[in-house]
């Protein structure tokens, strides 16, 4: 009886043994897995959506005229997309690179482009729109600008040069060698032996004072049109004096007496309370990389007797060897 007990009880001693080495040798159970950390999505970053990756524009050589190209900007993302548009050349320009966009909205960029001054030939550049904080900057937009050979010398769209036709009065000559223009000029006008500051050649007419009748030539740096003779007129009336608060009255493109050179002519005033007021009168033409400008100015109240005879003198303008 006392074995029997004994063998039970050894039995279950051995039973405990085995189950606590099993339990020993059983590997760990697996960690609980970590949940994964919260990850920035298109939810809740900006994304930079171009409308287009590229722009082909054409010029003529000589061709002074600004083009006008848009690009949209949008944020494909989330948050608020906060960029910055740059380029590195000067013939182009933007009228807002930075800007910001909300999700799903867009901001328009308007591109100005200038061939003026630029030789026939291909130019490129990149606009590049990028912004810190979202998924996909920067991005790029292509420019392309092909500028095709002028007209030969002379001819312009099949139609040939002309003579410039003699003025109708007896008239004096002013011929620039540097620039290779000639402009004739009434005999009565006074030439002064030192122009204008900014001018190459400027005189009085005999009968006038100095401040009712002007007539003067400028060779400027190439700009769009607008701007350089807006600055033009700008200095001849701080040489005066006056105020430059200058309104455009009229403005026009038009071609040279001799049928074929394409010019600019720009009619401003500027009406002050303080001082005299003026109008002044600017014709321009764009030669490679250059202005010439013929330019006028008169007391407000005399322009409308000198305006002809200004527009007479600017007829003469000519370039002979181009």
Same mark, same amino acid.
């Given at each position: 009886m006392i074995a029997r007990r004994c063998t039970a009880w050894h039995f279950l001693l051995t039973a405990v043994l085995l189950i606590a080495v099993v339990a020993c040798e059983a590997p760990p159970a697996a960690a609980p897995a970590t949940p994964p950390a919260a990850s920035q999505t298109d939810d809740t970053m900006p994304k930079i959506s171009l409308d287009t990756s590229t722009l082909a524009l054409t010029f003529t050589e000589g061709d002074t005229k600004t083009q006008t190209k848009t690009l949209y900007v949008m944020n494909d993302g989330g948050g608020v997309l906060i960029y910055a548009t740059r380029k590195s050349v000067d013939w182009m320009w933007l009228n807002e690179p930075d800007g910001a966009c909300e999700k799903g909205y867009s901001k328009?960029?308007?591109i100005f482009v200038s061939a003026a001054g630029l030789a026939a030939g291909t130019y490129k550049d990149s606009l590049t729109v990028s912004a810190q904080r979202a998924s996909n900057t920067p991005q790029t937009v292509q420019v392309t600008v092909t500028v095709t050979p002028a007209p030969a010398s002379g001819q312009e769209a099949g139609i040939d040069k002309k003579p410039v036709p003699p003025p109708p009065w007896e008239y004096n000559e002013y011929k620039n060698d540097n620039y290779n223009f000639v402009i004739k000029y009434p005999k009565d006008y006074q030439v002064s032996q030192t122009p204008m500051v900014g001018t190459v050649f400027s005189a009085i007419a005999a009968q006038s004072t100095a401040s009712s009748n002007d007539i003067m030539v400028a060779v400027k740096p190439r700009y769009d049109f607008k701007s350089s003779a807006e600055e033009?007129?700008?200095?001849?009336?701080r040489l005066r004096g006056a105020k430059a608060n200058l309104k455009v009255i009229t403005q026009e493109d038009i071609t040279l007496a001799d049928g074929v050179t394409p010019a600019s002519e720009i009619l401003y005033e500027s009406k002050v309370l303080s001082t005299a007021s003026h109008k002044i009168y600017i014709r321009g033409v764009n030669k490679k990389n250059r202005?010439?400008?013929?330019?006028?100015?008169? @007391?407000?109240?005399?322009?409308? &007797?000198?305006?002809? @005879?200004?527009?007479?003198?600017? &007829?003469?303008l000519e370039f002979p060897d181009q």
């Open positions: 328009k960029v308007e033009w007129a700008k200095e001849i009336l202005w010439v400008f013929f330019g006028a100015v008169s @007391l407000l109240s005399d322009t409308e &007797d000198h305006l002809p @005879l200004w527009k007479q003198i600017a &007829d003469t």
